[in-house]
Every structure is written in C-alpha cells, then in structure tokens.
C-alpha cells in the first residue's frame, strides 16, 4: 500500500507561481495513476489535474488549464503540481491521491483509493 505526503504549499500573493510535489512511499509510484484534487472552506473536494502511470496522458479542469502542470518522476517517486499565474479562487487544501487502475475518462475524486494528507495553499490579493 503506497503513502503519500505533500509538500510545498504556503502563502504567495496573487500571480504567483508554487510548485507542489508529492513523495510516494512504501510502494513503486509507476504502479499507480495519480491525481491532484484541492478542497475549499465550505466546498466539494474537486479534481485538479490528473496523469496516467507513465505520464501518457494529462487531464485538467478547465479553471486550471494553461495555469497548472502536472508531471511525475517515477525514478524519484514523485509527483509535482507547478502552478503559476495563481488566484485568490486557487486557496483550497490540496491533496495528491493514488489509484491503481481507472479510465482517463473519470478521474472524480470517488476513482482515487490512497491519499495523503493535504498540504494548504493560500493565494492573497
């Protein structure tokens, strides 16, 4: 069974860019799909970005696309979400999750078996 542990989150000013990374433990990263999901005060956890076991593909949702990148690094057992042009919307706790089987085609939160334990990000106006 695969452990997750985010890092990278804080607090940067709008327009600013954080790169979040995802260390995975206990289990070979390539072996599972990945996804980053973020849940704000009062809202839905919702997907962010997701990516397949060797990177062959990307999903995003549409309020992060042309912002957000995500990438893996299966040698480092690692996943990274780089957000860049951020917005006071994008304050939301952020979650990596793992899967080991699914469809590009649905990447919901209710895909997902493991996650880690959320890393905060606050973006000021």
């Known amino acids: 069974q695969v452990q997750l542990v985010e890092s990278g989150g804080g607090l940067v000013l709008a327009g600013g860019s954080l790169k979040l990374s995802c260390a995975a433990s206990g289990s070979t990263l390539s072996n599972y799909g990945m996804a980053w999901f973020r849940q704000a005060p009062g809202k839905e956890r919702e997907t962010v970005a997701a990516?397949?076991?060797?990177?062959?593909?990307?999903r995003y949702a549409d309020s992060v696309k042309g912002r957000f990148t995500i990438s893996r690094d299966n040698a480092k057992n690692t996943m990274y979400l780089q957000m860049n042009s951020l917005k006071p919307e994008d304050t939301a706790v952020y979650y990596c999750a793992a899967r080991m089987s699914g469809s590009a085609s649905d990447v919901a939160v209710r895909t997902y078996d493991y996650w880690g334990q959320g890393t905060q990000v606050t973006v000021s106006s």
């Open positions: 990516i397949s076991r060797k990177g062959e593909w990307t």
